[in-house]
Structure formats: structure tokens, C-alpha cells
């Protein structure tokens, strides 16, 4: 495009009454939503990345796969009765979130490659004013909205550890988020740095084609039995055809999924419970593994302190002759591979299975500014931490909801439950607002600051405050997990609390 000259004017910024940065599974339901209850189309979607999807785009290592049953991981306005399995793999999850996008014309209101660099708040015009980049020219430009939301998730960044020596391996090195799928992995020397969720699934997924895969792991996480459920075309046609049979069989995952939260209050009974998982856990590592691992894979944290890894193949390819498990508390990496405590191991490619980054600001590349400018993370600090009233809003951000906000992960069941949880409220709340009966909503600084700490004390009453390193705990804060049960995150999002709000009434014109 050609450059400007400074005296010519810039074009108005694009108006929709609702946007949405990022388009994952947030997005995909919150766009869905609007159509379904108030009949809207007037909204549209940004995403940095080419394509929709979320994690489900960006991810693509080999092994890349739900590990939440199948039955929980479709919307409830949109069940999906065809999954091949209860772990589906990434293509198949993709290919349903595609589905969905083209029956609600998702795509056709999404820019791609599109970054959104800050959002502000305009007070006397009851407006956000957003701040946009694309992502391949560099070209700047704005949009307005009445109604933003936010719905990056919370696994967005790679986390790139600080190892010494990365930058000198002579080999092929990339995150597993970023996987490069021109490098031929065929008789290859493959090392898996991270002992968590993807290298579990990646590890079994490479094994039978590398010369030799070595995993270096600093803690070993608890790794769940898990028997996968390969769905039958009887199955699916029942799931299709039968009345209701398809409800009752997402009922019924969603009750073993909410048994599975008695694990998470520190309680005699949780503890209790916690012990005999451990044991079955125990159990079930020796009866799969070497016995050279059965000390090594033994994790010293609670059982459901840190995330746990349903195994789907994992414990058994350890027994293969071409996979190895370091643990090991620091690497140093060399041009031609890995130094670890007692060896040099030789590879020619380095995965970093590392996750995400989890600390830090809530918003990685954005700027989110309130009433009288005042920052996300300034509004935050004066808290005492990250946080939002109902996982999803804030006082003096007007008109803003985040979608699988702050607190929103219940740590045993289906993000995609969460993410219906606060689409519903979010547009519960914003009846006035998308009716034409008021300019906008804002949660009470009091009613935001109760709800905050109400949170913050009941998690100081879980297993994730007992020691042990993990993804949801960062300084004595915990910014991720909803204290208590999905159910109760469902009847929080159907009742709003009108006293919590201030409602701003439109004027007639």
C-alpha cells in the first residue's frame, strides 16, 4: 500500500457494536450466541494468527489430542454425536470447530493476521477504541465497539526456557506449540525437553519412526489411568437418531468429571481420597513401566496439585528400547546436543514440550485501558493480583468482558463448559445494552473486590496451596482455577446479581 502524506485524513475507524479479540473456542461461542439469543450479526473478530481455532490451530505436534472426554468437548447448542473416540485427535477437533464456524458465518466476520495492540475506553462517547496491526505489513489502523470481550485463553505464548546454550545447537529446535513439520523425523535423534501434557502425547507419537527419543523431565506429574472409548458407527448412529441418548451420555461424563473435583479442598475426606488415587497411580506406574522408572516417575506433590496427564500410551512406549526418561534439575545445550549431569547425549533435534507462559501480565501483547486510562494492570495491582468478578469483569472497565477469564479453569473438567458459562452471563448481563435500553454495564468496584477475595481465600483452601510448582500458582496468587465446582460456575452464570451492577439508562435521543 502506498504511504500517505501527513495532511491527508485518516478514514474513520470501523464500527460493530460487539468485538471479540481472539478467535478460539471463546470467540466461536460467543459469536454463535449473539446470533442464537438476540438475533445480532453486527459484531466482528480479530486474531493474530492465520487461521481460527485457538490452541487447536496453533498445535499440530504429533500425538496432539484432547484429554478431556469428547462427550464435554463440543457446545451444548452444538453436540457433536460423530467424535471417533473419547481422546479425538487434533485434526478431528479442528475439523468440528470448523464445522461450527461455517454454520454461524464466523469467518466471514473475522480478520486474520491481525493483531490488537491496545484497547481504551472512551467515556463521553460510551465507546472502546481499538488499536489494530496487521500482522504481515505492518499496517496500522483502528476500529470501534460498544461491547468488547477478550477470549485469547490463557495458553497463548510458548514459554521458551532460559537453558544455557540454546542458541548454539547446530540442530532443528522449536517449541512443540510450533512445530515444524518439514523437519523428517525418520531415524532422527530426538530429544523432548518437558515431562507435561503434550510430551506425554508426543513421545508415543514419534517412537516407532525416530532412531531414538530422550525425554528430560525436571518433575514428574501423576499420570492417570485412562482406558479411551473408540466409538463405534452403531455409536454414533444411536448418538444421531435416539432421542436424547446423545444428553444422557453428556450428562453422565459431565457427573464422573464433577466427582473427580472432591480431589482439589483440603479436607480429611479429599485427603482421603487423594491418597487412594495415589495408590491406584502408584500401581498403575509399576505395572507399565521398567522398574528403572518406577522411583524415577514418582512425583513428590499431592495427587491434582499440579495438572495430570491422562495416559494414552505414554507409560507403555517407555518400555520401548528407543525411548529414554532423564530427570534431570539442569541442561546445558551444545551445538550438537544435550549436557546433562553425567552424559553428553548427541541428538539432531531438540523439542521444547515447555507449555506456556503463565506469569506475568494477563493480557501478553495487548494494552487494556479504563476509565481515566488507567491500565488493566494497574487496576489489578491495586487489587492485590489478577482477578474479575465472576472470572469475567471489572469495575471502571465498562462494557468489557473476558471470556475464560481470570479464575475460570476448574481444573477437572471442559473448558468449553467455562466458556458457555461466561458467554451466557456476559450477555445476560448485557440485555440493556444490546436491547437499545441502556449505553452500558459495570460491575461494582465493591461487589468486584468481595468477589476477588471471597475467591483468593477459598483457594488458599485447595490442594494447588500445598507446595508443590504449578501452572495455576504464581507467588502466593492463584489467577487460574475457579475454587469450586463447575455446577456452581453454572448457577453463578444463570442468576445475575442485579445489585452488583451499575446500569447506565439511554436517554431518548
Not at 502524506?5 to 485518516?10: G, L, Q, R
Not at 479429599?270 to 507399565?288: F, I
Not at 489478577?386 to 477437572?412: E, K, Q
Amino acid at each position: 500500500m502506498d504511504s500517505k502524506t501527513s495532511s491527508t485524513p485518516s478514514p474513520p475507524p470501523r464500527y460493530n457494536e460487539v468485538v471479540c479479540v481472539g478467535a478460539g473456542l471463546s470467540a466461536l461461542s460467543l459469536g454463535s450466541q449473539l446470533q442464537i439469543q438476540y438475533n445480532l450479526t453486527d459484531f466482528h473478530i480479530y486474531e493474530k494468527n492465520e487461521g481460527i481455532g485457538g490452541t487447536w490451530w496453533a498445535n499440530t505436534y504429533p500425538g496432539a489430542a484432547c484429554d478431556i472426554p469428547s462427550a464435554l468437548y463440543s457446545f451444548s447448542f452444538a453436540p457433536n454425536p460423530d467424535w471417533s473416540s473419547s481422546l479425538p485427535p487434533q485434526g478431528e477437533i479442528k475439523a468440528y470447530i470448523d464445522s461450527v464456524a461455517s454454520k454461524y458465518g464466523i469467518l466471514e466476520r473475522t480478520s486474520l493476521s491481525t493483531a490488537v495492540t491496545r484497547a481504551q475506553w472512551d467515556e463521553g462517547r460510551d465507546r472502546w477504541r481499538l488499536s489494530l496491526r496487521d500482522v504481515k505489513t505492518g499496517e496500522a489502523y483502528s476500529h470501534e465497539c460498544k461491547i468488547l470481550f477478550t477470549g485469547q485463553g490463557m495458553l497463548e505464548k510458548p514459554h521458551y526456557p532460559k537453558i544455557p546454550g540454546l542458541e548454539t545447537f547446530e540442530g532443528h529446535i522449536f517449541h512443540s506449540a510450533c512445530w515444524d513439520h518439514t523437519v523428517d523425523l525418520k531415524s532422527k535423534r530426538v530429544a523432548i525437553i518437558g515431562g507435561g501434557c503434550s510430551a506425554a502425547q508426543i513421545v508415543p507419537a514419534i517412537a516407532p519412526e525416530v532412531e531414538v527419543v530422550k525425554q528430560f523431565i525436571r518433575t514428574p506429574h501423576w499420570v492417570l489411568e485412562w482406558n479411551p472409548i473408540e466409538y463405534t458407527a452403531f455409536n454414533r448412529w444411536i448418538y444421531r437418531n435416539v432421542p436424547l441418548a446423545y444428553r444422557f451420555h453428556r450428562l453422565l461424563v459431565f457427573a464422573l468429571l464433577e466427582w473427580d473435583f472432591r480431589l482439589f479442598p483440603l479436607s480429611r475426606f479429599a485427603q482421603g481420597q487423594r491418597d487412594r488415587v495415589r495408590e491406584h497411580c502408584v500401581k498403575y506406574l509399576q505395572d507399565k513401566t521398567p522398574e528403572r522408572y518406577h522411583k524415577l516417575l514418582l512425583p513428590d506433590h499431592q495427587v491434582a496439585c499440579k495438572r495430570r496427564i491422562v495416559d494414552d500410551g505414554y507409560l507403555t512406549s517407555l518400555n520401548r528400547s528407543n525411548v529414554q526418561v532423564y530427570k534431570e534439575r539442569a541442561i546445558e545445550i551444545t551445538p550438537r546436543g544435550i549436557e546433562a549431569s553425567d552424559e553428553i547425549h548427541h541428538v539432531d533435534v531438540i523439542v521444547l514440550a515447555t507449555g506456556f507462559q503463565r506469569s506475568g501480565k494477563f493480557f501478553k501483547d495487548m494494552e487494556v485501558l479504563g476509565r481515566n486510562g488507567v491500565s488493566a494492570d494497574k487496576h489489578w495491582d491495586g487489587i492485590g493480583g489478577i482477578g474479575a468478578y465472576n472470572t469475567t469483569a471489572m469495575h471502571d472497565f465498562p462494557n468489557f468482558f473476558m471470556l475464560l477469564g481470570p479464575n475460570s479453569v476448574t481444573g477437572h473438567s471442559s473448558a468449553i463448559f467455562a466458556i458457555e458459562n461466561a458467554v451466557n452471563y456476559a450477555l445476560r448481563v448485557l440485555k440493556p445494552v444490546l436491547r437499545g435500553d441502556a449505553s452500558r454495564v459495570e460491575v461494582k468496584e465493591r461487589s468486584e473486590k468481595e468477589y476477588i477475595n471471597r475467591v483468593q481465600a477459598k483457594l488458599r483452601e485447595t490442594v494447588w496451596n500445598t507446595g508443590c510448582s504449578n501452572w495455576y500458582t504464581s507467588n502466593g496468587w492463584n489467577a487460574t482455577a475457579y475454587p469450586w465446582s463447575q455446577l456452581h460456575y453454572y448457577y453463578r452464570s444463570v442468576f445475575v446479581k442485579d445489585k452488583d451492577w451499575d446500569v447506565t439508562v439511554s436517554l431518548p435521543s
